[in-house]
C-alpha cells in the first residue's frame, strides 16, 4: 500500500511526469478496477478519474436497472468485506460505484 503523501496538483506531473506510472492517490498503474478505464483516466480531461459512490438498499435492482438503461457496467456485483458493490459509467462517462451496506 502506499504511504500517506501530499498529492500534486501539476497534472502533467501526474500523467506525464516522473511518476507517470501512478493515479493520482499514489497506488501503481493496473490497479483499477478496469484497466482500460485507469488508462483513460490518466489520459483523459481533469475530472475522469472522479468516482461518485451511491449508497442503494438493493444493488441487484440498481445494477439490474442500471444494465437495462443501457448504462455501462465496468464492475458487475462483487462482495469486498465492507459491501457488496459494482460500477458503472454514467451518460456524461464519468465513472458510479453503487454500494449496498450489509444489514
Known amino acids: ?33 478496469h484497466a482500460e478505464r485507469g488508462q483513460q483516466t490518466r489520459q483523459g480531461p481533469a475530472g475522469l478519474g472522479f ?8 444493488l441487484d435492482a440498481t445494477w439490474r436497472l442500471w444494465r437495462e438503461e443501457g448504462l455501462t457496467v465496468t464492475l458487475d456485483p462483487e462482495d469486498v468485506g465492507w459491501a457488496r458493490i459494482f460500477y458503472g459509467l454514467d451518460p456524461d462517462g464519468y465513472e458510479v460505484m453503487f454500494e449496498q451496506f450489509p444489514g
Do not use: F, I, K
Not at 11 to 33: F, I, K, M, S, V
Not at 51 to 58: A, H, I, Q, R, S
Open 1 to 33: 500500500m502506499p504511504t500517506s503523501r501530499p498529492l500534486s496538483t501539476d497534472p502533467q506531473r501526474l500523467y506525464d511526469g516522473e511518476n507517470a506510472d501512478e493515479t493520482a492517490e499514489g497506488w501503481p498503474a493496473g490497479t483499477c478496477h
Open 51 to 58: 468516482v461518485l459512490v451511491v449508497p442503494t438498499t438493493d
